[in-house]
């Protein structure tokens, strides 16, 4: 049954500023957080311990999370409810996000070898051995683990890809330790019949509480992706304020599905995100303003229909 609550997790700080051309200013990353909060935002992926040489675009993402644990201290804002979380590809980055003292980090894995080389210069395998002191550190330090896995509805480099695979790689994942999965379809070639049948497999295998959608929307699909993943019981879904996202290492990778545009959807059919609407564009477009970057989310720049007429 579908259900009337869903969790958003914000990804916009991570898969959304990771594949800008530009390097941001920490402190306005650190603004554009705060602004996410008061519109509602509950989950956070806020930064990424990669190597600098590889995205150097995440490289001050230690600053970012000391600046934005100081502002919500500092000014007393409750940060109750609000979880971060980083990715981590390995133990030097778990290291630095126990520094840190966050709670939550987020492995990546592939479903094609071609892409895990290209992404994180390793095979599957090496991939998953690396993330084993890892989750022997979290284990360890008290720190929920949660997995995205890369190309699961196609990979730029391979094509198709197995739903098999997927569904061998994603329970492979939960087996490992980590509390959900989110199948990411990262170049955006899923349709919702795809996604349908993808995520009918991933249920038979694992509890789909424990399973979440990441949808680029590369092709338009995104939200009708999201919508066929909602429709079998998935309550989970990242997204990003304003659509902004990618992946510098998934040629033709766009956006992810905009947060605003997935709250307007699902406001539509009374299910709650905890986001206020109105806030989000507001984001979207103090963010638009400063950076005098267009963000693609439809949503905001078409406002909302009012009593009394359009709101942009
Ligand atoms: P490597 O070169 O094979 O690593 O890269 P290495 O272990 O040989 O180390 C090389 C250098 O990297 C060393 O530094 C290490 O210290 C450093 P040097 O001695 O040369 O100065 N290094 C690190 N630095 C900081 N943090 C670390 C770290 N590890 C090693 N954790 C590595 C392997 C995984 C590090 C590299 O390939 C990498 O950083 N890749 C990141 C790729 C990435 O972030 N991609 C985007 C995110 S994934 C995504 O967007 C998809 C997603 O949105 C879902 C979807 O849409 O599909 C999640
Ligand atoms: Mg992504």
Same mark, same amino acid.
């Given at each position: ?11 916009? =700080?991570?898969?959304?500023?990771? /594949? ?35 995205? =150097?675009?995440?490289?001050? #993402? ?12 500092? #000014? ?8 971060? $979380? +980083?990715?981590? &590809?390995? @133990? ?28 994180? /210069? ?10 084993? =002191?890892?989750?022997?550190? $979290? ?6 683990? @949660? ?8 990979? &730029? ?10 569904? @061998? ?20 070639? $899923? ?30 699909? $995104?939200? +009708?992706?999201?919508?066929? +993943? ?17 992946? &510098?290492?998934? &040629? ?6 905009? #947060? ?30 400063? #950076?005098?970057?267009?963000? =693609?989310?439809?949503?905001?720049? +078409? ?10």
């Amino acid at each position: 049954m579908s259900a009337k609550h869903v969790e958003l997790v914000e990804v916009g =700080p991570r898969d959304g500023l990771q /594949n800008e051309k530009i390097s941001l200013d920490s402190a306005l990353k650190v603004e554009l957080v705060l602004k996410l909060i008061a519109a509602g935002a509950k989950k956070i992926e806020i930064g990424s311990f990669v190597s600098p040489t590889w995205v =150097p675009q995440m490289a001050d #993402t230690s600053r970012v999370i000391k600046m934005v644990q100081d502002q919500l201290t500092g #000014t007393g804002r409750s940060r109750k409810g609000v979880e971060f $979380a +980083a990715l981590v &590809p390995n @133990r030097q980055g778990m290291n630095q996000a126990l520094d840190l003292g966050l709670k939550e980090v987020a492995i990546f894995a592939s479903a094609t070898e071609s892409f895990s080389k290209k992404n994180i /210069n390793c095979s599957i395998k090496e991939s998953f051995d690396r993330f084993i =002191p890892v989750m022997v550190l $979290a284990k360890k330090n008290h720190v929920k683990v @949660r997995a995205h896995l890369s190309v699961s509805f196609g990979c &730029p480099y391979e094509g198709s890809v197995s739903e098999a695979k997927v569904v @061998r790689l994603a329970k492979k994942l939960v087996g490992l330790g980590c509390y959900q999965v989110s199948i990411a379809d990262t170049i955006g070639v $899923a349709n919702a019949g795809q996604v349908d049948s993808l995520f009918r497999k991933l249920k038979v295998a694992i509890p789909v509480a424990k399973l979440a959608g990441h949808f680029h929307n590369t092709r338009g699909q $995104a939200l +009708a992706n999201v919508f066929a +993943a909602y429709k079998l019981g998935v309550k989970v879904f990242d997204s990003s304020f304003g659509g902004l996202g990618g992946c &510098p290492y998934a &040629p033709g990778a766009s956006g992810n599905v905009a #947060t605003e545009d997935l709250v307007y959807m699902f406001d539509g059919l009374k299910v709650k995100t905890g986001y206020s609407i109105k806030e989000l564009i507001e984001v979207s477009k103090w963010f638009e303003n400063r #950076t005098g970057r267009i963000l =693609p989310s439809m949503v905001s720049r +078409a406002g909302l229909l009012m009593p009394k007429g359009i709101i942009e």
